[in-house]
């Protein structure tokens, strides 16, 4: 079960990663694009809290 | 057979799969609000509220000092005019905004409008209407009839419909009007092929504006059988470091039929070394009537000698002029004068329509009045360097003074008027438990845009946040509902 935890937020983890770098990116190429409507702080901050739970549970 | 091959798949698959699914939802979800193939969304602020997931997209009112922003209370507008600009992910062609406020104004200050910044370079807003309480108030006591966002008001009932009245207006053959049309009708926000003609037109002698004027500024010349010769010499500054490109454009009604352009290199940018300019406009045949000037400059352009072959010309609603070591006087058709000066040199007593006005502070609108019935007031100044605008026109000369326009229901409109027709482009807003809703549609086409961000302003005329009167509009929402081409137009066109 901790195992199977474990590997869901590391997948989380990856997840937020990914959408986090898309965000840059995206950000990067059209400036507003996303900050407009959402802060991509929140979206470190998820993938912080999720990289964490993944170390913990490894 | 997907759930087939679903059911093949180990967990760890699985998951990756979702997450994965939501991932290009998500990223798709934010380019598709980056294009917006259907070319319209809306954008909303609540100024009741001070949380936000994102940036958002109406930012924030400006200069601070004319806001106060109250959790919870919206936004307090304390001084005339106010800004915010919009960020949009694209262009648009239409905004419709519509503004909940709640109005705290005095009865001087019976306008608030709203507009975008339509021309960078001389920062020129089109404004149009949200609330104008002289019409309010007619309404009520006039006759009045309302057609497709027009509104026709009359002191006694000739017209049964808009149409009627508008075929009368065309012909320059109203009802009831025996004299110029100028003393029978006010317009609002009313745009109509309007032919003026001056009685008893003597031909034109040439004339010297040798009056240096800064910046942007606008006029109107008549002709009738002469030629339009137009000699400006001008002078750049160079006090900003910005570019100051020249555009001189002169219309007949809405078409412009002549257009200079000066780009400027910027050689000597911010370094204080002048640089004279010259442009000359000449066209011949033109018809009979009214041409408007429009001098578009900063104001790092000086306006030094304008040498005109037509003798009436007259500065429309503002002139600025500087570099002045004599007594000036100038002439303006209006009872109502705003004077600000920008430098403590340029402090003085303005002497208005024969009474004395004092100027003691810089930075600062003063608004002088007079009940003067002179067709051309006098207004004289002993030193220069000082902003004069009102409702009316200017000239430098009083034989040159003629203003073409017809009187507008704007800030300076008293309700006890001699005309007898009011035509306006005009829907009251609609008023529920104390709040007012207003709409306003804007044009965006060729609005200004810049980052991404177009720039609004809404307007009371007279709202100073520094005359002692608690008076303020308080702002709850606006909404901006924005209409462009859609993707298939973008690629067919």
């Known amino acids: ?58 | 057979m997907f759930y087939a091959i679903w059911k093949k798949w180990p967990f760890l698959f699985k998951f990756r799969f979702i997450l994965g699914l939501i991932l290009v939802i998500i990223i798709g979800l934010f380019l598709y609000l980056k294009v917006l193939p259907f070319g319209s969304i809306s954008y909303s602020r609540d100024y009741t509220s001070s949380w936000q997931l994102g940036k958002g997209f109406i930012n924030n009112f400006t200069p601070a000092e004319r806001i106060d922003i109250k959790n919870g209370e919206g936004a307090v507008l304390l001084g005339d005019p106010v800004y915010f600009s919009l960020f949009t992910p694209r262009t648009f062609d239409k905004a419709k905004i519509t503004i909940i406020y709640k109005d705290n104004l005095s009865i001087d200050t019976p306008l608030i409008e709203a507009g975008v910044l339509a021309d960078n370079v001389v920062w020129r807003y089109n404004l149009r209407p949200i609330d104008n309480k002289a019409l309010d108030y007619l309404m009520l006591r006039w006759n009045k009839i309302t057609e497709s966002g027009k509104l026709l008001l009359q002191k006694e009932n000739k017209y049964t419909n808009i149409s009627d009245f508008e075929k009368d207006l065309n012909v320059n053959n109203l009802n009831s009007c025996v004299g110029h049309l100028n003393e029978c009708l006010v317009v609002y926000n009313y745009d109509f092929d309007y032919k003026y003609r001056i009685p008893n037109y003597q031909p034109a002698m040439p004339l010297v504006v040798d009056q240096p004027l800064r910046g942007a500024h606008q006029f109107y010349v008549y002709l009738n059988n002469e030629t339009l010769n137009l000699e400006f010499n001008l002078v750049d500054l160079n006090l900003s470091p910005k570019a100051a490109p020249i555009n001189i454009v002169v219309y007949s009604g809405s078409e412009i039929i002549a257009s200079e352009n000066l780009v400027d290199e910027n050689l000597n940018p911010a370094s204080g070394k002048t640089e004279e300019k010259k442009i000359v406009i000449n066209k011949k045949n033109l018809p009979a009537g009214v041409y408007k000037v429009d001098v578009r400059v900063s104001d790092d352009i000086v306006i030094k000698k304008i040498i005109s072959s037509l003798d009436h010309l007259a500065f429309i609603n503002k002139v600025w002029p500087v570099s002045n070591d004599r007594n000036l006087k100038i002439y303006t058709d209006s009872n109502h004068l705003q004077v600000k000066a920008l430098n403590p040199a340029s402090l003085q007593t303005i002497v208005y329509a024969g009474d004395p006005f004092l100027l003691n502070e810089t930075y600062k609108q003063f608004d002088f009045k007079t009940d003067s019935a002179l067709n051309a007031k006098e207004i004289d100044l002993n030193k220069a360097d000082v902003i004069l605008e009102n409702d009316g026109v200017f000239s430098f000369a009083q034989d040159s003074l003629f203003n073409p326009g017809l009187e507008k229901a704007s800030s300076y409109f008293s309700v006890k008027t001699d005309a007898k027709y009011i035509i306006a482009n005009y829907e009251k807003p609609i008023e529920q438990e104390g709040f007012k809703t207003a709409t306003v549609e804007l044009n965006l086409k060729g609005a200004y845009r810049e980052n991404g961000k177009y720039s609004f302003m809404i307007s009371v005329p007279g709202l100073k946040a520094d005359d002692g009167i608690k008076d303020n509009l308080e702002i709850y929402k606006i909404k901006i509902e924005l209409e462009g081409r859609t993707l298939w137009q973008k690629i067919w066109e």
């Open chain 1, 1 to 58: 079960m901790a195992k199977d935890l474990g590997v869901i937020s590391r997948e989380i983890f990856y997840f937020f990663s990914i959408l986090l770098f898309s965000a840059i990116i995206l950000e990067i190429i059209w400036p507003n694009i996303i900050l407009a409507y959402f802060n991509i702080n929140y979206i470190f901050s998820a993938a912080f809290i999720s990289g964490l739970i993944s170390l913990t549970k490894k």
